[in-house]
Structure formats: structure tokens, C-alpha cells
DNA sequence: ATGACTGCAAACTGTTTGCAGTTAA
DNA sequence: TTAACTGCAAACAGTTTGCAGTCAT
């Protein structure tokens, strides 16, 4: 496969838009659940996102916590990412920036997106006859900090 | 980021070197473990392999299965992939074809490979001073038997 | 001979579920 | 009012571990 050159954005991006659907009912605990994934910049695990939410309001339980991610990746609100050491985290779904560097030493990660995708889309579409809904890209190595030490 | 032109190589490869590290005792388990991976094409899960594994010769128990698994991957032997429904599988480790399009509807696979990757490592490397060990697309969409249908 | 392995059963982790009580609509 | 929710505890699936015995070297 050839790709003679790209380039790389590297950015991070917040909509604003109004109430989603959260289940049928709006409840304090899906209120609270959604606000700390919205507001949040970083990928949040289960059990992070527990406590965050339990710092604010002690009356959510970890089943809960569940039962809104579960929804909110229904509605297509958050997207699931899971890391090579095999962790599980959640994020507000962005319209950019969705593929990630990750350092395997520090844990930190930076987001990209790239023009690759469409075209391996377009690709991948022609040649295998697949119709494609989503491509990811997952790197992993190490950041300049931990290269240093 | 732009990324004008690439191609695609669908194809499947397999290596035929030497015996390879296999923890410090090369036992029966472990090499019968490493067969079935080796020669299989398709990528396996924990539960498959070990059904496979005592089909050969029932003197091979799950944890063994875990253990061997574990020891390859830190030989970088096999490749872990972990799918969207959560399975976790196994394959040897190619040089080639490292990619996926997975149909979301029949679980249908196909690898790939793209120049994309070497373009991205690169220009990654450059622009956020990680040093890049390993690179991973993964594609899903429906395939076009399904759509058909 | 001996320490790297193995099988077994028990433990553990992350996630899901049934149920009785609570609460948004 | 009432059915969609919640918290709790118990169940669950996949994976890991301690231990006593086995086997490759």
C-alpha cells in the first residue's frame, strides 16, 4: 500500500449541544454520571468515574454507574476504549482527534487524527466490498519524558 | 492531515523459522500449544484453543492454556487482539497483514495491510517526539454478503 | 537430582442481574 | 399513580494463583 505523504493534527475539540437522551428518565444519577464524562477531558475507567461521581453525590452505586455507561454507549454518547494492558476507559464521543498515541511507560496519551482514515475507508470499501462504519487507530510507544530517563 | 494516494494488499503470510524460546522447558503442553497457534490461520480464543488442545491430547489444562499464552506473548510470539464484542484472541505473530475489517454482522475478517502505517509512525514520531512501537487498525463495518442480505 | 513445570481447586476481578424499595413523570 | 429507575447483595465469566506432585534437563 502506498500513502505517499500525510500530515497530523493533533487537537482537542468540545461540542456544546443541548440535553441528550439518557434512558426514558433523567435521573440525579444519570445527570451526575453524564456531567463528569462531559466535562471530563481525560478516558475515565469505571472505577474512576465512581468515585468521581460519589465525591459529588454519595448516592450512586458502582451498578449504576454501569447501567449509564451501557446507555450512554447505546446512544451513541460515549465511545469505549480499551488499552493494551487491557483497561477500559470512556469518553465524551468527539467528532475529531478519535485515534490515540499511547506511552506504555507513563501511561499518558495524545490524540490525532489523520486523512488516512478517509482514504483507507475508501480503500477498503472498493476492494473488499465491505461497507465501513468505524476505523480506529491505536499506537503505542514511548514519550519523549519517559525516552529521556 | 492529507494522505493522498494509498493501496491495499489483502494477503495472508506465514513464517517457517527455528524453534522458538518457549519459557526455560520445552514441556508437551507448551509445544502442542504453540502448534496449534503456529498453524492455525484463524485467530483463536482461550476457550477454542483449549478444546483444540485436548482434542491433541487431554492432558493440557486451562490454566496451562493461560500460562503458555501469557509466555508468548512476552516472547512476542503471538499478537493479542481484542474485538469489539470483547472477545480476546490469538494469532502468530505476522509481518504482514497485521490489520483488520471485522463485519459487524457475520464476524467475518480480513486483513490488511497499508503504507499508511510507516507514514503515520514517522510523522508521529516527528511530531510528538514518541518513539512508536507499534502501530494498529482496526476496521469494523458489514461485509458485502450482509449487506446483500 | 532438582527446580521449572503442571493440574486442580480455590481465589480474584470486573461486570451483570434479581429483587424490593424509590422516584421522575 | 406507576413503571422506570436505584442500591444492594448475590451471581457470573474470564482469568490468576497456591500448592503438592510431575517431568525435562
Same mark, same amino acid.
Given at each position: ?9 493533533? =487537537? ?12 426514558? *428518565?433523567? !435521573? *440525579? ?10 466535562? &471530563?477531558?481525560?478516558?475515565?475507567? %469505571?472505577? !474512576?468515574?465512581?468515585? =468521581? ?19 450512554? =454507549?447505546?446512544?451513541?454518547? $460515549? ?14 464521543? =468527539? ?5 490515540? $498515541? ?7 496519551? $495524545? #490524540?490525532?487524527?489523520? &486523512? ?11 476492494? !473488499?466490498?465491505? #461497507? %465501513?462504519?468505524? %476505523?480506529?487507530?491505536? $499506537? ?6 519517559? *525516552?529521556?530517563?
Amino acid at each position: 500500500m502506498d500513502c505517499p505523504d500525510i500530515q497530523l493534527d493533533i =487537537k482537542s475539540d468540545q461540542r456544546d449541544d443541548a440535553v441528550p437522551v439518557l434512558g426514558q *428518565r433523567a !435521573t *440525579r444519577q444519570r445527570r451526575l454520571i453524564y456531567d463528569i464524562l462531559r466535562s &471530563s477531558n481525560e478516558h475515565l475507567d %469505571v472505577e !474512576t468515574l465512581y468515585r =468521581k461521581a460519589r465525591d459529588i453525590d454519595s448516592r450512586v452505586s458502582l451498578s449504576t454507574v454501569y447501567r449509564t455507561i451501557a446507555l450512554l =454507549k447505546e446512544s451513541h454518547l $460515549v465511545d469505549e476504549l480499551i488499552f493494551e494492558d487491557d483497561r477500559r476507559c470512556y469518553e465524551f464521543k =468527539k467528532t475529531s482527534g478519535h485515534h490515540h $498515541v499511547r506511552c506504555q511507560s507513563c501511561g499518558r496519551i $495524545v #490524540e490525532f487524527e489523520t &486523512s488516512c482514515e478517509e482514504r483507507l475507508r475508501d480503500r477498503l470499501e472498493a476492494q !473488499t466490498g465491505f #461497507e %465501513v462504519e468505524s %476505523v480506529r487507530i491505536d $499506537v503505542a510507544g514511548y514519550c519523549s519524558n519517559c *525516552r529521556a530517563r
